[in-house]
């Protein structure tokens, strides 16, 4: 069982290109969520999807957007990346009964 | 939306010391707790929960204790070990939705 999987693990964007961060989760969870982890400042939530169609913003959505793309699959787009953007994302998803469970993470870096 | 206040930011105990961390919330509708714990450089991983119809959950050295009254909830670790150094997170939920997290509190267990 994987769990949680998100791609890449590093990146390193100039400031005003564009990516897309990767996750698929095989528990057959329901929601599925997008964090930035920056120091001092705890996990904020970017984005999330409570079920596969659906999608709603979070604390810090400027900047993001994102595609529920089936129930196993959730992506995160940066259009045109800023120094701001620069943080660790975590992908994460939950199945009701219990907490989220997290992926790996993305270290990216805007230059 | 909730909020999540989480005290102390960093702790620093001797080994085979007690550890306790706080975490304050304003919904309380909130009926979910997790907790996670987060080594450098890695994900955050649950670690032990509770349900807003329980007073008191142990798990070997860890134990969660909720006061649903005042909206509050601790981290017990006892008998702490220098591999219990960490960042520990608090999270809240009313729902199987969206996760709230506090800022964390950084545990270092020195021998």
């Known amino acids: 069982n994987a769990g949680v999987t998100q791609t890449p693990k590093f990146q390193v964007l100039k400031t005003g290109q564009s990516m897309t961060l990767q996750c698929a989760q095989d528990?057959?969870?329901?929601?599925m969520y997008w964090y930035r982890q920056d120091p001092g400042m705890g996990l904020r939530l970017i984005y999330y999807?409570?079920?596969?169609?659906?999608?709603d913003k979070g604390e810090v959505p400027n900047g993001y957007n994102v595609s529920r793309l089936n129930k196993r699959e959730f992506s995160l787009r940066l259009e045109s990346a800023a120094p701001s953007q620069t943080s660790v994302y975590f992908c994460?998803?939950?199945?009701?009964?219990?907490?989220?469970?997290f992926g790996q993470g993305t270290r990216l870096t805007v230059v | 939306g909730e909020n999540v206040e989480q005290h102390p930011s960093t702790l620093s105990v001797q080994e085979g010391d007690s550890a306790v961390i706080k975490c304050t919330y304003s919904?309380?509708?909130?009926?979910?707790f997790p907790w996670y714990k987060q080594e450098l450089g890695k994900r955050p991983q649950l670690i032990i929960d509770?349900?807003?119809?329980?007073g008191e959950k142990k798990d070997q050295r860890i134990a969660v204790t909720l006061n649903k009254t005042a909206k509050h909830f601790s981290l017990h670790i006892t008998e702490t070990q220098p591999e219990d150094s960490a960042v520990y997170f608090c999270?809240?939920?009313?729902?199987?939705?969206?996760?709230?997290f506090g800022k964390g509190t950084m545990l270092l267990v020195s021998p």
């Open positions: 994460a998803s939950s199945g009701g009964d219990r907490g989220a469970f």
């Open positions: 528990m057959n969870h329901n929601s």
């Open positions: 999807s409570a079920s596969e169609g659906t999608t």
């Open positions: 919904d309380s509708a909130s009926n979910y």
């Open positions: 509770i349900r807003s119809n329980v």
């Open positions: 999270a809240v939920t009313s729902g199987y939705s969206t996760l709230t």
